[in-house]
Nanobody, 124 residues
Framework: QAQLVESGGGLVQTGGSLRLSCVGSGRTFSDYAMAWFRQAPGKEREFVAGISWIGGSTDYADSVKGRFTIARDNAKNMLYLQMRSLKPDDTAVYYC?????????????????WGQGTQVTVSS
C-alpha cells in the first residue's frame, strides 16, 4: 500500500526557516511528479510547489516564489520543501502528494496519494 509520511513541521517566528520532508513507500514515486499543498484554518487546500518526476521542472504558487524550494531525491524516495522568510500567512497544515502524471500540476485531482500532513505555524 502506497504511503507518504511528512515531517519537519513546527513553530517558527516570522522570517525564520523550516525544511519539510516526505518519505514515500509502497510505490515507485520516482516515476511521477510530486507536490506540496497546504491548508490553512477555514481555507481550501492550495497548491504550494510541484516537481516533475525527474526533478527537472518545478513550479511554485506566486505566494511562495523566491522563498520556498522544492526538491526530491528519487534514490531515497524523498521529497523536500525548504521554506525561508516565513510569514504568518504561511501557517497551515502542509501535505505531500504524489501524482499520476510525469509533470506537476496545481490540480489536486491529479494526485492520488497524500500524506497525513504536518503543521507549520509562523508566529508574528
Amino acid at each position: 500500500q502506497a504511503q507518504l509520511v511528512e515531517s519537519g513541521g513546527g513553530l517558527v517566528q516570522t522570517g525564520g526557516s523550516l525544511r519539510l520532508s516526505c518519505v514515500g513507500s509502497g510505490r515507485t514515486f520516482s516515476d511521477y511528479a510530486m507536490a506540496w499543498f497546504r491548508q490553512a484554518p477555514g481555507k481550501e487546500r492550495e497548491f504550494v510547489a510541484g516537481i516533475s518526476w525527474i526533478g527537472g521542472s518545478t513550479d511554485y504558487a506566486d505566494s511562495v516564489k523566491g522563498r520556498f524550494t522544492i526538491a526530491r531525491d528519487n534514490a531515497k524516495n524523498m521529497l523536500y520543501l525548504q521554506m525561508r522568510s516565513l510569514k504568518p500567512d504561511d501557517t497551515a497544515v502542509y501535505y505531500c502528494a504524489a501524482s499520476r502524471r510525469l509533470g506537476a500540476t496545481m490540480d489536486e485531482d491529479d494526485y492520488d496519494n497524500w500524506g497525513q500532513g504536518t503543521q507549520v505555524t509562523v508566529s508574528s
